[in-house]
Structures are given as C-alpha cells and as structure tokens.
C-alpha cells in the first residue's frame, strides 16, 4: 500500500505542471475555458494522475518480471524456432489491442480503415521483434540494421511520393510512434532484457535495447508500403469530432468503460501467452503467479483511468488549445516547448524505460538526465512541428535530415546510446502525444491553413516527437566520448608529470 501511495504521489507531481500551465494561461485573454471544460480537465488530469500510480505498480509486479521471465526462459530452452514464433505472435497480437493505436486508427477512419492499418502495423511489429531477437541471437550490428531499414523506408517515400500519395506520408511515418505504447514497452523491452541476459555478455549492454526502434520502423516501411496502394487524397480526410459534450460526466464513464474493453484485451493476451509459457516451459509456484496476477490487476486499473481520461478530458482540450493560442504565433510556439517538456513527465512508458536503462548502464546514464534529455528533446518536436503548420510545409525537410544525422551519429558513439537513443524516441511518442498533442496540432492547424490541410500538417508530429529524443540522447553519448577522452588525457598527463618528477629527483640524488 505504501508503494501504491508514493506512485499515486508521483503520478500527481508528473499532471500537476501540465494542469498548472493550462490554468494559468486560461487566465490570460489567450484561452477561456467554460466551468465544464474547467471541471472535466480537472477530474480528468486526478484520473490519470492515480492511473499512472497504478501502472507503474503494475509495472514493478508484473510487466517487466513476466517480461523477463519469459524472455530467459524461452531462451533457455534452445529452441529458436519456438522462441521466434511465440514471438512474432506475441508482437502481432499485442500491438493489436494497443490503446495508442486504436486512438490513432480512429483519427483516421474516414482515409484509411482503422482495421487496415492496425492490422499492417501489428504485422510490421510482429516482424521486427523476430529481427530484434536474431539480432541477439546473432550480436548484428544496431547501427548497420538501422542503416539499412531506414533507407529502405527512404526509398519507399520516394515511391509513395511518385505514386502521388505524398499526402499519406505523415500518417505512415506517425505510424511508427504510435506501436510504442503503455502495454508494449514494459513487456516487450522486458523480453529482450532476459533474451539478452542469457545468451549476451555482460559487456553487450546494447543487446538489452533496440526492440523499441525496430518495432517503430518496421511499422513505418509496412504502412509505407500499404501507401502505394491507396488514395491519398486529403479532399477525403474528415476531422474527428473534438468537442466536449455538455454530459461530461457520462462521456469520461463511456472513455472509461472502451478503455477497460481495450486494455482487458491486450492484457488478456499477454496473460494468456504467458500461462501457456509457464505451463510448458518455466513453472513457477503459484505464490510467484499471484504476485504477477496482483500485479496485472494495477496495470488493468492503471491503463484504464489514464487512457479514459486522456481520451475524455486532454483530447477535447488539446484541440480547443490549439484552435485558441493558434492566432498568436509566438505564444503558441512557447507554450508548444512547455507543453512537449511537461508531457513526457506524465508519460508512463517513459519512466519504466528510464528505470530500465538505469539499471542496465550500472548507472552510467542516470533516470534524471534521461528525462531531462527526453524533455528538451520532445519540447524542440513539438515547437517545430507548430512550425511546420504555421509556414505550412513539408514533414519531409524536417524527419529526413533529422534521422540522417541520428544514423551518421551511431558511428561515432557508444553502441549502448545508439539502441537506448532509437528505443527512447519511439516510447516519447505515448498516450498523451497521439491523445493530446496531436489534437492540439489539428486544432492550430484548422485556424491556421484550414481542414483540407490537417491531414498533411497536423500528422508527422507523433513522428517528430520520436525523433527530437534520439537525437538528444544520441548528442549525450557524444558528450560522454569526449568527456571521457578528456579524462584519460588529464590521466595520462598526471602519470607522465609523475613520471617527470621521478626523473627530475632521481638526478638530482
């Protein structure tokens, strides 16, 4: 109970800044939110404050431990083929009940049908998790693989783009953001910490990461691919409905009610998967069993209070912002960096990847600094991709340059950074970015350059905000080259003055 209380605690410092921020700009002539929106905002941000309490709990009992478990354990059976067929099973059927992806299919309906494009997402997650773990299985090189598949993904752009479906572009490349939710990151970056931990070295830190970026741009070369053949004409796009209704209370309970039907989905899944596991290959005792089981019951709880109400209350809210401070291109872009900064904070994935890299680097790169990389790094996206819709220009100019100089990067730095940096920039793109940021693009864009545009502006920001970090953690590794090749100089150069002075007295005696 007591470890509840200290989550819950701090799921409310991780909300507060982002409700104290939003109150005190609505005393300002910049927003005015009625007593409703005012009164919803607020029981919505409680909600998810103790959903975020709950999860992390959840997290601690049971996501990261069956994660683990499973990952060791199917490993030291010796059969591959096993291993990558439950696997790829795993990744298809998980990604499937994703909430984030369900939050984003139906932005998106009236393009492509939500179905369609969960299913080609859950495929190319599925996939590149069985790439993940050959890359263990196989110590490959991180920074050749992803060399590899991003040009592919470049090179399918350009044939999205002579198929005169550019206009999808965003959405594809927001694709590979979206499959890095709640559910996926705790459990599945757990597997390949247990996989990495029986058959890597100790020394092979980087073997534990990297599941993260190849699921993300798996997705974007699967969704790419479906572009070539679909419309991609925007005249067909219709916005979602963003406003809040008048029934607020009865809309968070019906947010609440198709939470507890999605998440119940996905978990149920990982449960089963993993009781068929301990059926026939780990057996554990039961008091192990229903400590994980307590532990799936906080995460069920936690999901399901912060999902409804980021669906309820930061939704509908995120939109009347973005319509509100659009007219004032310098507020906005302010109040944009802010709100990217704080939103990672409430990001639950974010703080079980922090606490899992923590441990895994022996403290090398510290929870803190992560955070305050990530921060930085998504307040930067999220300003430049408002940017983008005031100038109204093409996400292009900003992802393939962006993710060029992350992949020149990765031959400069510690392979560790290269696989933390790729699997931070798909966790930084959460609920909160797909079920608040987003709107909030949608609705400065609709002021700015009218619907016809939002679904080449207001898209590509989920892909932003998964670029910014990889690059900020990758730029922290750089930082640690030359800080420790400064060490070892001042080191050398303290031993040869030693060596000098022992020189010096030598003669002199």
């Not at 709640?182 to 597997?191: D, R, S």
């Not at 798909?426 to 002021?447: D, E, Q």
Request: proline fraction near 3%; charge should be positive; glycine fraction near 10%.
């Amino acid at each position: 109970m007591n470890l509840l209380l200290k989550k819950i605690r701090d799921g409310f410092i991780s909300i507060l800044p982002i409700y104290l921020i939003i109150i005190i700009i609505n005393f300002t002539n910049y927003l005015e939110l009625s007593l409703i929106e005012l009164v919803t905002f607020s029981i919505c941000s409680i909600l998810a404050a103790v959903g975020i309490g709950f999860f992390n709990v959840g997290a601690d009992l049971a996501m990261t431990p069956m994660g683990k478990i499973s990952g060791s354990g199917l490993t030291k059976q010796g059969k591959a083929s096993i291993l990558l067929i439950i696997a790829f099973l795993l990744g298809f059927f998980v990604t499937i009940a994703e909430p984030n992806l369900q939050v984003l299919g139906n932005q998106v309906k009236s393009l492509i049908s939500p179905w369609v494009l969960i299913l080609a997402i859950a495929l190319g997650v599925g996939i590149f998790l069985v790439v993940a773990i050959l890359r263990i299985i196989f110590r490959l090189n991180l920074a050749k693989l992803l060399l590899f598949l991003y040009f592919v993904a470049f090179s399918l752009v350009i044939l999205v783009i002579y198929k005169g479906n550019g206009n999808l572009l965003a959405l594809a490349m927001d694709s590979g953001g979206v499959t890095t939710g709640p559910i996926t990151v705790p459990f599945m970056m757990a597997i390949c910490i247990g996989i990495s931990s029986v058959i890597s070295r100790k020394s092979d830190k980087e073997m534990s990461f990297g599941l993260i970026g190849l699921s993300s741009i798996g997705s974007i070369i699967i969704v790419l691919g479906i572009s070539l053949f679909i419309n991609g004409n925007s005249s067909d796009f219709v916005i979602g409905d963003y406003e809040l209704k008048q029934n607020f209370l009865m809309v968070i309970l019906e947010n609440i009610l198709t939470s507890l039907k999605d998440v119940s989905l996905s978990l149920l899944l990982i449960s089963l998967f993993f009781i068929i596991c301990n059926f026939l290959f780990f057996h554990l005792p039961k008091r192990k069993l229903y400590s994980l089981g307590i532990g799936v019951l906080y995460t069920l709880v936690g999901l399901v209070l912060f999902l409804g109400a980021v669906n309820a209350g930061f939704m509908p809210l995120g939109y009347k912002i973005g319509e509100s401070l659009a007219a004032n291109k310098t507020i906005i872009l302010g109040f944009s960096f802010i709100l990217g900064a704080l939103t990672v904070v409430a990001e639950p994935a974010i703080h079980v990847l922090n606490s899992q890299v923590e441990e895994i680097t022996g403290g090398i790169l510290r929870k803190r600094t992560m955070l305050i990389g990530l921060m930085i790094g998504v307040g930067i996206s999220l300003m430049l991709s408002i940017l983008r819709i005031i100038y109204h220009f093409d996400i292009m100019y900003y992802l393939i340059p962006g993710f060029g100089i992350c992949l020149l990067l990765t031959f400069f730095i510690p392979k560790v950074y290269t696989a933390i940096a790729f699997d931070s920039g798909g966790v930084a793109a959460g609920a909160l970015t797909s079920g608040f940021i987003l709107p909030l693009a949608v609705g400065a864009t609709v002021v700015l350059q009218g619907e016809g545009s939002v679904l080449t502006d207001s898209f590509g920001i989920v892909a932003m905000v998964a670029l910014t970090p990889v690059l900020v953690i990758e730029f922290l590794g750089l930082i640690a080259i030359i800080n420790n090749k400064r060490r070892i100089k001042k080191q050398v150069e303290k031993m040869i003055s030693k060596k000098d002075e022992i020189i010096i007295r030598f003669e002199v005696r």
